[in-house]
C-alpha cells in the first residue's frame, strides 16, 4: 500500500527533517509513529499525502508517485487529519463542511448526501448536521474534521496527534473510532505522544529520531527497545515497564495493556487459595 | 534575537530613520533604474546584516504583492501607445507604453518602500522597539504596543495560512486551474479559518493581559532605550545621503 524508498527531505530554509527512510506499508495495517518533538514525525505524514514531497527518493501510494501525482488526486487514496481542526473548519454547518472535501472530488446529489451522512454517522456526529461547528467542543471538532477526511472515503488515514489537548475520556474515544476504521478495513498511519494509546491500539510502531528510522516493527518488539527509545526521549508505557522484570524470569506473557497484565496476573496466581482477594476485582 | 551584527545592536529608532529616508528616496526618484537600485540597497543591507536569509519569504510575498497591484493597475491606464491587447480586436485588456512605465515605477517604488519593514522586524526585539518610541518619542505605551504586536503577528498568520492551505489541499482542495472570480472566491476557504483563529486568539491575548494587570498603573521598564556613537552615525549619514541624492536626483 505505502512504499517508502530512501526519501530524504530537506525544508526550504536547508533544515534536514528526514534523512534515508525506507519502509513498507500493508494494506489493513495500524502504524503508530512515534519520537520526540522535532523528529521528523509530521513531515513524514506530509510527505505521504503530498503535501510535501520528498527531496530524494520515492514514495509509492498504492503504486502512485507522490511526487508526480496531484494532492487533490493523492486526497482520494490518503486522508490526512492534521493536528487542529480549526485550521480547516470554516463552513457554516456540519453538514457543508464535511460535503466540502466530497464536492471538490466532484461529487454531488444523492451520492455526495450518502457520503456526508456515512461519515457523519461513522463518528457520532448526525444529531449535530446542522450544527455550527465553531460552537461544539474540541474533541466534536476534532471529529467533525475526521469525518469530513472520512467522506472522502480514503483507503489510507493518516491522523497526526488526533488526541491532543483533550481529555483522557475524549482522546479513548477518537482512539475507539481509530480503530473502529481500521476494523473497517482501512490502514491507519497514526502520530501520538501517548505511548499508552500507541500499545493499546496500534500493531507496528515507526520509531523516529533526528529524521531517522530507528526502529521499526511489532509494538511489543519495539517497546522492548528501552536504549534505542530512551535515546530519541520515548519512555515505554509503565505498565510494560512493570511487567518487564517478571516477564524476564518467564513468570509472565509479553503484555501491553493494563488489562492483559491483570489478566496475567490472575492466571499466574490461579490455583493458589483465595487468589482474587488478594487482587481488588 | 542577541546581537548577531550591528543591525541587531543599533536602536530600533535609528533603524526606523533609515526606513523613512528609504520611502523618501522612493519617492524621489522618477526612473525605474535608481528606485531598483535602492531596493537593491535595502537587500544588500540585509545581507550585511545577515538576516537576508531569514526575510526571503517576506520579500517574496511582497514581490507577489506588488505583481497583483502592477497588474490591477496597468490596464486601467489608457494614454500613450498601445503596446498590448489581451484580447486583439478589442479594447479590452490594453496595455500602453505610459501605462506600462508608471505601473513598473509605481511596483517598484512599493517593494522598495516595504522591504525596509521585514529588516527591521528581523533586527529587532519588539520590546525593545516599544521603550525605544514610548521613551524617545513620547508615544502612549498603548499605541506602541498595539502597533508592535500587529506587526509581530504577521510571521505568525504566515505559518497558519501555510498550516491551512495544507488542511484544505489534504480535501481535495484545489489552488490551480480557475478563472479569476472562481479564483478570488476560492480564497475563503483559506481566509476565513485564518480570521476566526486571528479573532480568538486577540481574545486570548486581551484577556492573558487583563489578569496580568495590564494598565493598571504607570509602568516602569527594565532596559532603558540609549543611542550609542553607532546610532548617530548611522542617522546622520542616512540624512546626509538622502538629503544629496534627493538634491542630485531632482536636478
Ligand atoms: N516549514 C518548515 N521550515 C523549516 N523547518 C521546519 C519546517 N517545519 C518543520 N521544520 C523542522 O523540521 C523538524 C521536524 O519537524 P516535524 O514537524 O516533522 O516534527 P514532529 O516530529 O512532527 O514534531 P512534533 O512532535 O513537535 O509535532 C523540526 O526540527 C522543525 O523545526
Ligand atoms: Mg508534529
Redesign the pocket.
Known sequence: MIRAENIHFT???G?Q??KGLSFHIKAGEFVAVI????????????LLNGLLKPTAGRILIGGLDTARARVAELARKVGFLF?NPDHQIFLPTVREELAFGPKNLGLKGAVLEDRVKDAAAAVGLTPYLDFNPRQLSKGQRQRVALASVLAMQPEVLVL??PTTGQDYREALEIMRLVKKLHQQGHTVLL?S?DMEMVARFAGRALV?GE?QLLLDGPVATVFAREDVLAATGLVPPQVIQLARPYQEQGLLRPVLTVEELYAEIIAALRGEVDARQVLPA | MPGKSFLHKLNPLTKVVWSLAVITLAFVYQQPLPILSLWASVLAVALIGKVLREILPAIRGLIIFAAIFFLFQVFLIDEGQVVFTLVPGTGIGRITDVGLKACTMLALRMLAMTSTIPVLLATTPPKDMIVAFVEKLKVPYVYALMLVTSLRFIPTLQ?EL?LVIQAQRARAYDLEGRNIIKRFLALIPLALPLLLMSVQRARTMAISMETRAFGAGPRTSLHTSTFQLLDIGVISSCLLLTAVLAVVSLH
Open positions: 525544508y526550504p530554509n533544515f527533517a528526514l519520537g520526540q518533538n522535532g523528529a521528523g514525525k509530521t513531515t513524514l505524514l506530509k493536528q497526526d496527534e502520530v505522544h523516529l529524521g | 505559518e501555510s
